[in-house]
């Protein structure tokens, strides 16, 4: 496996959608290659990342709002 | 997506139930608002999002088409409520997605350096920088790219339901995905790589 057919292999392996024998190979090539490892584990921070920035609940204003619209039939 | 839809539900909000409608709204109205925030990263323009999608969605009921895709529905117009605002906002500038992908030798091994970073997501307070930057970083990716990674990544819907709201194929998907991580990697590399400038 080369550096670039890791990085196109990157979004199901993050997935974990990758074939057994594809999923090893891209482990193995990681392992000798300090780049491709650094571009995995901070490829997976990013996603790890993103859910972080979920709304986790609406403001009240804007929930008081939006009961006070529905309370007037929209 | 979100849990089960009670049943009926659809039916009762396409023949104008108000209850209906208000029980659709309320099952649905965090995400919605997610949607609209991460899109915009302003509050104020998140809650016109959100009163537009809930304004559109009360006009458009009687024409539902399939009364088991709710959420998608709402989803779908929410993006494009988000979309329509951003392109009448000064933004900031998007970045080129090109050249995300990197640069490799003509036997494919990359040529740049890739260095670890010097912060620890392990780390409360580390993470939140990179959050933060995360956020910042986001702002400056293209439209398309990142619709599907506020629904993907944010919001963590299936890949299958980030195509149906943007009634994209799933391989596009994953294509537009893939190249929005790719450049937003890059951004938080350009400022926490070690021995970044």
Same mark, same amino acid.
């Given at each position: 496996?080369? *550096?670039? %057919? &890791?990085?196109?292999?990157?979004?199901?392996?993050?997935?974990? @959608?990758?074939?057994? +024998?594809?999923?090893?190979?891209?482990?193995?090539?990681?392992?000798?290659?300090?780049? *491709?490892? %650094? &571009?995995?584990?901070?490829?997976?921070?990013?996603?790890?990342? @993103?859910?972080?920035? +979920?709304?986790?609940?609406?403001?009240?204003?804007?929930?008081?709002?939006?009961?006070?619209?529905?309370?007037?039939?929209? | 997506?979100?849990?089960?839809?009670?049943?009926?539900?659809?039916?009762?909000?396409?023949?104008?139930?108000?209850?209906?409608?208000?029980?659709?709204?309320?099952?649905?109205?965090?995400?919605?608002?997610?949607?609209?925030?991460?899109?915009?990263?302003?509050?104020?323009?998140?809650?016109?999002?959100?009163?537009?999608?809930?304004?559109?969605?009360?006009?458009?009921?009687?024409?539902?088409?399939?009364?088991?895709?709710?959420?998608?529905?709402?989803?779908?117009?929410?993006?494009?409520?988000?979309?329509?605002?951003?392109?009448?906002?000064?933004?900031?500038?998007?970045?080129?997605?090109?050249?995300?992908?990197?640069?490799?030798?003509?036997?494919?091994?990359?040529?740049?350096?890739?260095?670890?970073?010097?912060?620890?997501?392990?780390?409360?307070?580390?993470?939140?920088?990179?959050?933060?930057?995360?956020?910042?970083?986001?702002?400056?990716?293209?439209?398309?790219?990142?619709?599907?990674?506020?629904?993907?990544?944010?919001?963590?819907?299936?890949?299958?339901?980030?195509?149906?709201?943007?009634?994209?194929?799933?391989?596009?998907?994953?294509?537009?995905?893939?190249?929005?991580?790719?450049?937003?990697?890059?951004?938080?590399?350009?400022?926490?790589?070690?021995?970044?400038?």
């Amino acid at each position: 496996m080369t *550096c670039a %057919e &890791l990085q196109e292999l990157l979004l199901d392996h993050q997935a974990r @959608a990758l074939p057994f +024998r594809v999923s090893a190979s891209l482990r193995f090539h990681a392992a000798f290659c300090d780049c *491709c490892r %650094e &571009l995995v584990r901070t490829y997976g921070t990013t996603v790890d990342l @993103a859910p972080d920035l +979920r709304a986790k609940e609406v403001p009240a204003d804007v929930h008081a709002e939006v009961e006070a619209w529905l309370g007037r039939g929209g | 997506m979100s849990g089960p839809v009670p049943p009926e539900l659809g039916a009762r909000v396409r023949a104008g139930d108000p209850d209906a409608f208000a029980q659709l709204v309320r099952l649905h109205e965090r995400r919605l608002w997610s949607i609209g925030y991460a899109m915009t990263r302003n509050p104020e323009d998140a809650r016109d999002v959100l009163q537009e999608t809930l304004t559109l969605a009360f006009r458009s009921r009687g024409g539902l088409q399939d009364d088991t895709r709710l959420e998608a529905w709402l989803c779908r117009i929410a993006t494009n409520c988000a979309r329509m605002l951003l392109r009448t906002r000064r933004r900031k500038p998007t970045v080129s997605i090109e050249g995300v992908e990197g640069t490799f030798d003509a036997s494919g091994h990359r040529i740049e350096d890739l260095r670890p970073w010097s912060v620890d997501p392990g780390d409360a307070v580390d993470r939140r920088r990179l959050a933060d930057r995360l956020a910042a970083a986001s702002e400056e990716l293209p439209e398309p790219y990142r619709e599907v990674w506020v629904l993907a990544d944010v919001e963590q819907l299936s890949m299958a339901e980030v195509a149906e709201v943007l009634e994209l194929t799933i391989p596009n998907v994953k294509t537009r995905l893939h190249r929005a991580r790719l450049a937003l990697r890059k951004r938080l590399a350009d400022e926490f790589e070690r021995g970044a400038a």
